[in-house]
């Protein structure tokens, strides 16, 4: 037990501004491939992942050259398994007015119960 009787400032810290805050997947930067098509191991945040990337890379080139219709993709797998990092990065590819908003599947099944009840999906 310590006999000192130094005092402690206690102080309130202040929350971090939005504008300062590191979002998920801050570090991706674009799908790391080359001029052909081919992924970089490790290029543009991503370790790993080539047959996803370069699989993306052909979906940005259908989507600029407008061989694509609709107006949104759906990725579907088992949690941690990079959908989020390779949706944020195809849409870094196809520039800064494509906007990015990732929803989880239970946000997805809610919206959609709420469109049915509006008669469309």
């Known amino acids: ?9 206690i102080e309130q810290t202040k929350s971090t501004p939005h504008e ?3 979002a998920t997947h801050s570090h991706i930067k674009g799908l790391g491939l080359c001029d052909d098509g ?4 490790i290029q543009s945040g991503f370790v790993g992942q080539e047959n996803a ?9 259908m989507i600029k ?14 949690p941690g ?9 195809i849409a870094q590819e196809l520039g800064p007015k494509v906007p990015f908003r990732p929803i ?15 008669g469309s999906v």
């Open 1 to 9: 037990m310590s006999t000192s009787n130094e005092k402690m400032k």
């Open 20 to 22: 300062k805050r590191v």
């Open 38 to 41: 081919t992924a970089e191991p």
């Open 53 to 61: 990337r370069e699989a993306s890379g052909i979906v940005v080139e």
């Open 65 to 78: 050259s407008k061989s694509m219709a609709g107006r949104a993709l759906l990725f579907a797998g088992a």
């Open 81 to 89: 398994t990079g959908k989020t990092a390779i949706a944020l990065a």
């Open 104 to 118: 989880v599947g239970s946000e997805k099944s809610d919206w959609i119960t709420y469109q049915g009840n509006q």
